[in-house]
């Protein structure tokens, strides 16, 4: 008779051993929980050393995935509350019309202009958001998706703001160490920060709660509208922030701000990289961006090429290259004969 | 005499052309078991949606220790010490048990009784769960709340309210889909609660038990009060008879 | 001029709800959000022009083969990629989105648009009405409107297929339980709402040029007018088309056209805090889905 075979997944032995405090005995063990968390944070930070020698198109594609990464970010965290943003756009351009109004109409420097964008534009996007809080999800989804193409609109019919030309000849920013320092440590700030809220705290309880099913939540007694209106502005931060520091970088804002690449990309790289984990987003970010930098030879063809897979990733992996990678490195399958013979 | 605790007058709900809760009065007084009955469809759930802020009623007012709290949301009603529990279960089925307690602990209304910050918590919903009778050193409190059986659900949803640190405990159908040894140990565990003076309405269809739990019982039909009295004077009320059973009994 | 913005206004109101009719019965039906509404419009569009101009066919072949693609392609987006996604909401909505900006944007990359894109008139020239001139294919579009709701009426109330959709609509455990199949309802849905959308491009889009851009404003004005009048409901389809066609023409006439935009932002605003549901919405709020 021939013998069936099933597969199993079993932790792998370090893993087992790493599961409490014996984590301390051995440096293997050490290193194998430090090395997945600590290798990508320190390439991160020595990459900016490199730059003489990386040249100009690794700087810019690094930087470009860092700001995608924070606007990654600042989606996950949304979705961990239940509400899907479909225009990051929306988030980014706020902030990067307000450091360039503040800018070219005031004067004010980049270290100005930056941190009230943040803080103003997160604000602005958040009162804006606010009536769709209270209602079935797909407002929300709606209502981000709508409003970048409606301020798109609105800016080229009454010409305010730099209308279709934009406002330029904006200042750069002081010199190369922040240009390229600045979105790392930004993303790496967020990260973690946002990390540790969602999962360590009773706060992120809460919210994966609300996620989860907010009815009940709400019979706990707790407001959860205040909460997924926190949640929008604490999660707009890194959003406006990148649409702030881009326009200091590029020295220009227009309507191209609110174009639909800042929506669908941090959305495929959330959605390639793993929805719900905070750096699976950010891995998608470092994964997608480079490859979309390299294909500009094909022009909006690339938008459409990502937009169409990221329809199929949806429909096929929707757990994301980091669930698997992690389930991969933590665990090894082996096919198990099914059903036990004589003797045993 | 004081004010009753809860205080219901002329309470109505209609749906579309469906009338829910057809003009319900009832008090209730600090300690008091109220049981609510009825057959399917006369509007209990609702009522009690009615009286939690689920549902904003039509007309009617709802009193909760001598305070209008008719309309008010339901988060407001929690924090003002009313918990309910839902006849589909809603645990937060991607968290283990312990950690779905988190939530009501952390309302505005647990603060203020008690205080604490993180890492306590834990502790405070471990001991709940013993409460309910949820095994305290085993794996099952750690278990997620997608994989736990349906008694335990049930139990987990009274744990859910007992964190509140309510005054006022409305349980929708907690027996059913429960064995008999599991209906005996949660009978325990209310008549528990009762001892630490908490007010209790259970909606019920397991008559026998919940006649075992309660003082006083009122009977809903088709949305209205039919009857309201000792367990002893609804078993031979005869609209109640006729309203379970149909007119031709007798 | 009092009757000329009458006119307009009722010309502009139903030029809108002609344009939001597909998307709203999708919804009412099966509850899909199609985001991807503005690409069909759009594919129709092109397909219609690329079948009169590449192909040489007669208009009215070329019209009726375009819906009924256009019908197809609904049904495959359904078929290919919201089947494993039913009941997910918001992956449906992130899945139509990005086939609708994907198809979209295939359509800019292949050079779709110069002004060479257009169609042409169903009827030239034009007539007055109580003293205001109007040009024929605008009230061919009136007519073509009305023609489309009566048949919508009756296709719901008398065929098989008609009253499954307005039984999967009103309750869809019941609607299960007599046998209908809610996959196959969804995706016919998807393909009614599709072929509704390519009537609305064949009849609209010979006023203007077509445009890449002009995908999103549809999907813009579709999403809006939903809202005002109700995700679900076609007579607040018709409703809020009327209301926001008559204000987009009085600011148009006594303000700037520029300021049009403004008039959808703040009548979706109003709306989602004055009655989120719409006017005619049946889904509350949050808290009283019991």
């Known amino acids: 008779m021939a013998v069936k075979y099933r597969k199993e997944r079993i932790d792998r032995g370090i893993k087992a051993r790493c599961d409490d405090i014996f984590a301390l005995t051995s440096h293997r063990e050490m290193l194998y929980l430090l090395l997945p968390r600590a290798l990508p944070v320190a390439l991160l930070l020595i990459f900016p050393l490199l730059q003489g020698v990386v040249g100009l198109y690794w700087e810019r594609v690094v930087t470009f995935s860092c700001v995608i990464g924070l606007l990654a970010l600042s989606w996950d965290l949304m979705a961990a509350v239940g509400l899907i943003s479909l225009g990051q756009a929306f988030f980014f351009g706020v902030g990067a019309y307000i450091a360039g109004a503040l800018n070219y109409y005031f004067g004010l420097p980049p270290i100005v202009t930056i941190p009230t964008a943040t803080l103003a534009g997160a604000l602005i996007c958040t009162l804006l958001l606010l009536p769709t809080l209270r209602l079935r999800g797909i407002y929300f989804a709606l209502f981000t998706l709508v409003l970048p193409l409606f301020f798109m609109r609105i800016i080229e019919a009454t010409k305010i703001l730099g209308g279709t030309v934009g406002l330029s000849s904006l200042s750069p920013l002081p010199n190369v160490w922040v240009e390229l320092y600045v979105p790392i440590i930004a993303l790496l700030v967020f990260l973690f920060a946002y990390r540790r809220l969602l999962f360590a705290t009773d706060y992120g309880t809460i919210l994966m709660g609300i996620r989860d099913n907010d009815r009940a939540v709400m019979a706990g007694g707790i407001n959860i509208y205040w909460y997924k209106a926190q949640i929008v502005f604490i999660a707009s931060l890194p959003a406006t922030f990148a649409g702030a520091f881009l326009t200091h970088y590029y020295q220009f804002v227009g309507m191209p701000a609110f174009a639909l690449d800042y929506s669908i990309l941090p959305l495929a790289c959330a959605v390639v990289g793993g929805i719900g984990t905070l750096a699976g987003p950010v891995l998608g970010a470092f994964i997608l961006v480079p490859i979309f930098e390299a294909l500009r030879a094909f022009g909006t063809l690339r938008v459409a090429m990502y937009s169409l897979a990221l329809a199929i990733f949806v429909v096929t992996l929707p757990e994301g290259v980091f669930h698997y990678l992690r389930r991969k490195y933590h665990q090894f399958e082996r096919l198990v004969p099914i059903g036990v013979e004589e003797g045993g | 005499m004081s004010e009753p605790l809860l205080k219901v007058a002329s309470l109505s709900k209609r749906f579309g052309g469906v009338v829910a809760v057809d003009n319900v009065s009832f008090e209730l007084e600090k300690g008091g078991a109220l049981g609510i009955i009825g057959p399917n469809g006369s509007g209990k759930t609702t009522l009690v949606n009615l009286i939690t802020g689920y549902v904003k009623p039509d007309s009617g007012k709802v009193f909760f220790k001598g305070r209008d709290i008719t309309g008010l949301m339901p988060y407001q009603v929690a924090n003002l010490g009313i918990a309910r529990t839902f006849q589909l279960v809603r645990p937060l089925y991607s968290l283990p048990a312990f950690k779905n307690l988190i939530i009501p602990l952390c309302s505005p209304r647990v603060k203020k009784l008690r205080g604490g910050r993180y890492g306590d918590r834990d502790a405070v919903a471990l001991d709940l769960l013993e409460d309910v009778g949820f095994e305290r050193d085993s794996p099952v409190p750690y278990k997620l709340a997608s994989s736990l059986p349906h008694g335990y659900l049930k139990r987990l949803e009274l744990a859910r309210c007992l964190a509140l640190r309510p005054e006022l405990i409305i349980i929708d159908e907690l027996f059913s889909g429960m064995s008999m040894s599991e209906i005996a140990s949660t009978i325990s565990i209310i008549e528990k609660i009762r001892e630490e003076g908490v007010t209790l309405i259970m909606i019920e269809h397991r008559l026998r038990e919940l006649f075992k739990v309660v003082d006083r019982v009122i009977v809903l039909n088709f949305g209205r009060k039919i009857a309201e009295g000792t367990p002893q004077e609804i078993v031979e009320n005869e609209e109640v008879k006729k309203a379970y059973l149909g007119a031709e009994v007798i | ?290």
């Open chain 3, 1 to 290: 001029m009092l009757t000329s913005i009458l006119v307009y206004g009722l010309i502009n109101s139903v030029i809108l709800a002609l344009i939001t009719l597909g998307f709203t019965l999708t919804f009412g039906i099966s509850g899909v959000a199609n985001f991807a509404y503005g690409a069909f419009y759009i594919f129709a569009g092109y397909l219609t022009w690329t079948l009169l101009n590449q192909l040489g066919l007669p208009y009215f072949l070329a019209a009726t083969l375009s819906v009924i693609i256009t019908a197809f392609l609904g049904f495959s987006m359904y078929w290919i990629f919201l089947m494993r996604l039913r009941g997910l909401v918001l992956s449906e909505v992130i899945a139509t989105f990005a086939v609708g900006v994907a198809i979209l944007e295939l359509f800019r990359w292949a050079g779709f648009v110069t002004y060479e894109f257009s169609l042409p008139y169903l009827v030239k020239g034009s007539v007055e009405v109580a003293g205001v001139v109007v040009d024929l294919q605008r009230l061919t579009i009136v007519a073509i409107t009305a023609a489309l709701l009566l048949f919508i009426w009756l296709f719901t109330r008398h065929t098989k297929i008609g009253l499954s959709f307005r039984g999967i609509a009103q309750e869809e455990y019941t609607a299960l339980c007599f046998g209908i199949n809610p996959d196959r309802t969804a995706a016919l849905s998807l393909a009614f709402g599709s072929a509704i959308a390519a009537v609305a491009a064949i009849a609209v889009l010979p006023l203007g040029v077509i445009s890449v851009n002009t995908g999103y404003d549809v999907l813009l004005i579709a999403l809006a007018i939903a809202v005002i009048g109700g995700l679900e409901s076609i007579t607040g389809t018709i409703i809020a088309s009327f209301i926001l066609g008559y204000a987009q023409i009085i600011t148009a006439t006594y303000l700037s056209p520029g300021w049009m935009i403004l008039v959808y932002l703040a009548a979706i605003l109003i709306v989602l805090i004055v009655k989120p549901s719409g006017l005619f919405g049946k889904f509350k709020e949050l808290e009283e889905r019991v």
